[in-house]
């Protein structure tokens, strides 16, 4: 059985046309009452997690600028450090003028009979003294001590002069051990000179 539709084509098109643009209107309208309250959600709960951020940003921030300004101080304190490495390095040492003085005070006391022709002063690391046999192994590989000492070498008219000379480099107070270690007659026996070494440990 056939039908035949004698409505005009004209209305036919509108008709169809208005039918599509109804179900569209609805279906957009059911979409964005759907879309609408999630987006809405979303937002919220976005500026929410943006609002609670703010304070860890700023605890980050501050956070940040802490760790450069420690890193700066850190720095700072290893200079001043190095500094006072320095400067305790020099202050350790003894005092040449004073040591100089000293020298030429006792050389002195020999009436002009001991003549100081040379000066030398060495400064070197030595394993600490051990007290317990025991703890000589941790001790050693541990301990140190740095030990200062100045050597005089001269000649004088006898022994004598030269005991008057060691005397006086004790009595200064300001070695800690002076010691004779050598007292040798020259090579001209009628000069009477004697040439002699003596070691001083601050």
Aim: glycine share 4%.
């Amino acid at each position: 059985m056939s039908r035949i539709n004698l409505l005009p084509r004209q209305y036919r098109f509108q008709s169809l046309l208005w039918t599509r643009l109804r179900e569209w209107a609805v279906m957009c309208a059911v979409c964005w009452t759907i879309l609408l309250p999630a987006w809405w959600i979303k937002q919220s709960e976005f500026e929410t997690a943006a609002e609670s951020l703010d304070p860890l940003e700023q605890s980050y921030a501050s956070l940040v600028q802490l760790q450069a300004d420690n890193r700066r101080m850190r720095i700072r304190l290893n200079d001043v450090g190095n500094q006072e490495n320095v400067l305790g390095g020099l202050q350790s040492e003894p005092p040449a003028l004073a040591t100089v003085a000293a020298t030429s005070s006792s050389a002195r006391r020999g009436q002009g009979r001991v003549w100081l022709q040379e000066l030398s002063y060495v400064s070197r690391r030595e394993p600490a003294p051990v007290v317990n046999s025991a703890d000589r192994k941790t001790q050693a590989s541990k301990a140190f001590v740095i030990v200062r000492e100045l050597s005089l070498k001269g000649i004088g008219r006898d022994n004598i002069a030269i005991s008057k000379f060691v005397l006086a480099l004790r009595s200064t107070g300001l070695f800690a051990q002076v010691d004779l270690k050598a007292a040798i007659l020259g090579a001209q026996p009628e000069s009477n000179e004697i040439t002699y070494q003596v070691d001083c440990r601050f």
